[in-house]
């Protein structure tokens, strides 16, 4: 049973635009949520995170929120830039589990110039 | 500062090889995780470790063993390789958990024939 998933495989936006990957968790344990961008050949860079005492956290054009009654965040881009064309990982992680997170299987963003 | 390295970046085994893999840290992190990622998933755990001379089993850790002797060091060992350990492999650390997101390698592509 897959405890985050991330149900697009792809999304393609236009640059500028809003970008809006979705993730869906089913494990009411968790209690932190992270997204990672990963270029193709290099490793994952942590990009955002968020308890589950708040339910938005904003970091420059990037925004995550949090909706734990429908157990689903969403990581929001804008705008949209060429250079976050990348594959998106949620992950989520329980408090008590020694901060192993459990990963989603990935969104491919494409950016369009 | 270099973050996490990871020693090889490429290898080809043959069935039943074994080898191990290295990852260091120097950043002084606790915590140290390795994850595998195949092709259109996401990562999963194998094994990680929560300070120096500990280690506990993932999500996938049969066929593989580790060790963290020294705190900058984790090291992953296949004693016998098989295909289905065929993945990209990847080492993380982190400071206090997920709070502060994991700070990943750039990965050893392993392909075992």
């Known amino acids: 049973d897959q405890q985050v998933k991330q149900n697009s495989p792809s999304l393609s936006v236009q640059e500028g635009r809003i970008s809006i990957l979705n993730c869906d968790y089913t494990?009411?344990?968790?209690?932190?949520f992270l997204w990672y961008k990963k270029y193709p050949a290099e490793g994952p860079t942590f990009l955002i995170s968020?308890?589950?005492?708040?339910d938005k956290n904003e970091d420059g054009r990037f925004t995550v929120f949090l909706n734990k009654s429908a157990k689903h965040l969403s990581l929001h881009i804008v705008p949209s830039q060429p250079g976050d064309s990348a594959v998106y990982f949620c992950?989520?992680?329980?408090?008590?589990?020694?901060?192993?997170?459990?990963f989603g299987d990935g969104t491919t963003l494409t950016v369009k110039p | 500062n270099a973050g996490v390295t990871q020693t090889p970046k490429f290898r080809v085994l043959k069935t039943g090889q074994s080898m191990t893999l290295l990852c260091a840290q120097d950043?002084?992190?606790?915590?140290m995780y390795w994850y595998r990622q195949d092709p259109g998933m996401g990562l999963r755990l194998i094994h990680y470790?929560?300070?120096?001379?500990?280690?506990a089993k993932g999500e996938v850790p049969d066929g593989y063993n580790v060790s963290r002797l020294k705190k900058q060091n984790f090291l992953l060992g296949l004693e016998s390789a098989a295909p289905s350990q065929t993945s990209v492999y990847f080492c993380?650390?982190?400071?206090?958990?997920?709070?502060?997101?994991?700070?990943f390698g750039s990965g050893t592509r392993l392909t075992v024939v």
């Open positions: 993380a650390s982190s400071r206090d958990g997920p709070r502060y997101g994991y700070t």
């Open positions: 470790s929560v300070g120096e001379g500990t280690t």
């Open positions: 968020i308890s589950s005492i708040k």
């Open positions: 950043m002084n992190h606790e915590y």
């Open positions: 494990n009411s344990m968790f209690d932190y």
């Open positions: 992950a989520a992680s329980a408090n008590t589990n020694a901060g192993k997170s459990t």
